[in-house]
């Protein structure tokens, strides 16, 4: 049974990585609260919530909280199992161990490097860019320099890496003609976890320069990502808006919140050597803090 505990999804509305969130949330009718937060730090309402966690989104439900959008899609299909209230992604896909670990594989090629070249191809005319308190907000986040002239540099090579990632898709996984990755007649999970980095490049201008990357070359995958946005756009619009709330409200409800899960189990044979109540301090291995 699903937790009674209200979601709260912390978020600004352009990230890349909340999109994920949200197309899941809305395509499986799974409502939510949202929390609107600055694109930079500071954060004070994620830190007045528990947590120095500085990356977006951030997921709530009571007084559980999840970083890191790889955890929150898990445990939202953890906690929400199919129903008729909330009915899965595609009911024309079978869940199998093979599907699963397809959708892994994507949700690593993507996340663990396919996202930063796509990153790299943010186009210098884009006003963000030109906001020295950003700049300065991702160099600190990333340890790479965004002045303009020094992600110039770096676009050649991503354009690259890119245009070998749409290829991929276009001539190996919708090569027979499928719709979807994963086959059936509707969203699928390993969709959400592939379609997301080329998505959000067909929403910024300038970023595919035409000749290199366009519906000419790939009209396969862009047509999927059409498909995607039409559907993803149709859950959203009959899901409804979001309850927008303030930061003070949040803290509010989540203070006077239960936990959405009991006690987790430890496993005593972990290579990591950790035992159960011991105390941990979490930190990214890759950027951010």
Not at 164 to 183: H, K, P, S, Y
Not at 257 to 269: M, N, P, Q, W
């Amino acid at each position: 049974m699903p937790p009674s505990e209200e979601i709260i999804l912390y978020h600004y509305t352009y990230s890349p990585y909340a999109k994920r969130v949200v197309w899941y949330l809305n395509l499986r009718n799974i409502p939510y609260t949202q929390c609107l937060q600055p694109p930079i730090l500071p954060r004070p309402i994620t830190r007045a919530i528990g947590t120095s966690y500085r990356r977006i989104p951030i997921l709530s439900i009571g007084r559980d909280i999840y970083n890191d959008t790889r955890l929150i899609l898990s445990k939202l299909h953890h906690l929400y199992p199919p129903s008729a209230s909330h009915p899965p992604l595609s009911t024309s896909t079978s869940t199998t161990p093979f599907n699963t670990g397809v959708e892994k594989l994507l949700e690593f090629w993507t996340v663990h490097g396919l996202f930063d070249r796509a990153a790299a191809l943010i186009p210098k005319e884009l006003p963000l860019l030109r906001d020295e308190r950003f700049r300065r907000d991702r160099e600190d986040y990333t340890g790479t320099s965004w002045e303009v002239e020094a992600i110039e540099i770096g676009r050649s090579e991503a354009l690259v890496e890119m245009r070998n990632a749409f290829e991929l898709i276009e001539t190996t996984i919708f090569a027979d003609g499928r719709e979807w990755v994963a086959g059936g007649e509707g969203v699928g999970m390993a969709d959400i976890e592939a379609i997301w980095p080329f998505h959000w490049l067909t929403t910024l201008p300038g970023a595919l320069p035409p000749p290199l990357i366009s519906s000419s070359q790939f009209p396969k995958v862009f047509a999927w990502i059409s498909r995607f946005d039409t559907h993803t756009r149709a859950a959203a619009k009959k899901a409804g808006k979001p309850k927008t709330i303030k930061g003070e409200e949040a803290v509010g409800i989540m203070q006077k919140a239960g936990f959405a899960e009991g006690e987790l189990g430890v496993d005593e044979g972990d290579p990591s050597g950790l035992k159960r109540g011991e105390w941990v301090e979490v930190w990214p291995t890759d950027s951010g803090s």
